[in-house]
């Protein structure tokens, strides 16, 4: 089994308007989600094995923020081919990981993530798939499990939705 566990960037600080958008850090609501879905994912013990991060610094502010809540340390590549990409790149990237990783973490963005949850899930909870259709907000959780025993055998329609958590469900 093979369990993929996507996490978009907490909300980010567009108080800036010449900043750049790969530059934006996390504004003070970003910095409260982050721990919190770091704590869940401890609490409910859906751990990773790696994680993949956008290079961008809202996702690496996000990860960061999340990591420091975790017991030990989660091997991190950071990559700027996660930075907006498309669902068909990250489905790239998911088939290059390791085999030794049963579960993996990526940390990233919109629309990229909530349009490869939605290409990737084929079953799971009703209600939590109608949630997931509905939209993929800001520290967004969603863990999709796969009967498979290779990363490259990830395909459209063949995860289960374990869950889709939003940092307002954990208040």
């Known amino acids: 089994m093979k369990r993929l566990s996507l996490l978009r960037h907490a909300k980010s600080d567009r ?33 990773p094995d790696i994680v993949l991060c956008s290079a961008a610094r809202r996702a690496r502010e996000t990860w960061e ?9 989660i091997p991190v ?13 990250i489905l790239r990237l998911l088939h290059q990981l390791p085999e030794t990783a049963g579960a993996a973490l990526l940390v990233g963005h919109n629309p990229g993530f909530h349009a490869l949850a939605l290409q990737l899930v ?15 907000p800001t520290a967004a959780l969603a863990v999709i499990d796969f009967d498979a025993e290779r990363w490259s055998d990830l395909a ?3 995860g289960q939705l374990m869950r889709f958590v939003v940092p307002r469900d954990l208040d």
Do not use: C, I, W
């Not at 923020?65 to 340390?73: D, I, P, Q, V």
């Not at 590549?77 to 790149?89: C, K, T």
């Not at 084929?122 to 259709?133: H, I, Y």
């Open 15 to 47: 108080s800036d308007p010449a900043a750049e958008d790969f530059d934006r850090g996390l504004n003070s609501r970003g910095h409260q989600a982050a721990p919190a879905m770091g704590r869940y994912l401890r609490r409910q013990k859906l751990l």
């Open 65 to 73: 923020l999340a990591a420091a809540t975790l017991k030990g340390e």
């Open 77 to 89: 590549e950071y990559s700027e081919r996660l930075y907006l990409a498309a669902p068909s790149q």
């Open 122 to 136: 084929g079953s799971g909870d009703g209600a939590v798939r109608a949630q997931l259709q509905a939209k993929f």
């Open 156 to 158: 459209s329609g063949k």
